[in-house]
């Protein structure tokens, strides 16, 4: 388990619209405390607080719903 970990995704959450479609699915996963997508940024890094899920979790997540998502390397 990966816990309390911070994880950055480049995205193609574009507008509020598209969060929304994964907003229940991040709020409701285990193991995530807190997540953000920046919007404004050309990436839409999406932020996720992690308290023991884990990167893939997260892909599989946001994919299930018909978005791209790929993690940044520090």
Sequence with gaps: MENN?????????NCGGCVSKVQSD????EGICHWNVDTNNADKILTVKSEGITEDEVVAIVKSKGFKIEPLTA
Aim: proline share 0%.
């Design 26 to 29: 991040l709020d409701n996963a």
């Design 5 to 13: 970990k911070e994880f950055q995704f480049k995205t193609n959450l």
